[in-house]
């Protein structure tokens, strides 16, 4: 039989990647995996990562505060509270926050596939450890998702 989640305030499964802030609200347990849900904090004046696409879920993200530039293709939007962005598969995109203040936006994704994406993450990052572009790319690919290589710095390669 189904169970209720309750995820309380500040719960969750939390996580600092970089300049992110990552809280697991739904990792798809609950789901049957087919929905997970996060809380994503970006720093002021952070990147994302490198434009790209996915092939078996779709992404959303819902703007709580602050400003997310997303960019797709050759496109930016701008987006602040309220707005939201549905990414299906195989469309390229990044985000970013350009702002002054931290962004906050309640990301999905369907089916929950790539929630592991940002576990494994945690897992390579150390307080240490360089990031390089390359190793996130690596890491992504475990999840059906490449990079755009025809826009952002990957086309200039």
Same mark, same amino acid.
């Not at 039989?1 to 798809?28: K, N």
């Given at each position: 039989?189904?169970?209720?989640?309750?995820?309380?305030?500040? !719960?969750?499964?939390?996580?600092? *990647? !970089?300049?992110?802030?990552? +809280?697991?609200?739904?990792?798809?347990?609950?789901?049957?995996?087919?929905?997970?849900?996060?809380?994503?904090? *970006?720093?002021?004046?952070?990147? !994302?990562?490198?434009?790209?696409?996915?092939?078996?879920?779709?992404?959303?993200?819902?703007?709580?505060?602050?400003? #997310?530039?997303?960019?797709?293709?050759? *496109?930016?939007?701008?987006?602040?509270?309220?707005?939201?962005?549905?990414?299906?598969?195989?469309?390229?995109?990044?985000?970013?926050?350009?702002? @002054?203040?931290?962004?906050?936006? *309640?990301?999905? #994704?369907?089916?929950?596939?790539? #929630?592991?994406?940002?576990? @494994?993450?945690?897992?390579?990052?150390?307080? @240490?450890?360089?990031?390089? +572009?390359?190793?996130?790319?690596?890491?992504?690919?475990?999840?059906?998702? #490449?990079?755009?290589?025809?826009?952002?710095?990957?086309?200039?390669?």
């Amino acid at each position: 039989m189904a169970q209720l989640s309750i995820v309380e305030p500040g !719960g969750g499964e939390v996580m600092e *990647l !970089g300049g992110s802030r990552l +809280r697991i609200l739904e990792d798809g347990s609950t789901t049957d995996h087919r929905l997970g849900v996060l809380e994503i904090t *970006l720093a002021p004046h952070s990147e !994302g990562p490198p434009q790209h696409r996915h092939s078996l879920h779709d992404e959303g993200f819902y703007i709580v505060s602050g400003t #997310v530039r997303f960019t797709v293709g050759e *496109l930016q939007h701008d987006l602040t509270p309220g707005g939201m962005a549905m990414v299906p598969p195989g469309v390229p995109h990044t985000f970013s926050n350009p702002g @002054d203040v931290p962004a906050v936006i *309640l990301s999905t #994704v369907s089916p929950d596939l790539y #929630v592991q994406y940002f576990r @494994d993450l945690r897992e390579w990052i150390t307080p @240490d450890g360089p990031w390089t +572009r390359e190793r996130q790319i690596e890491i992504m690919s475990r999840y059906a998702t #490449v990079p755009s290589t025809e826009h952002g710095p990957e086309a200039a390669q």
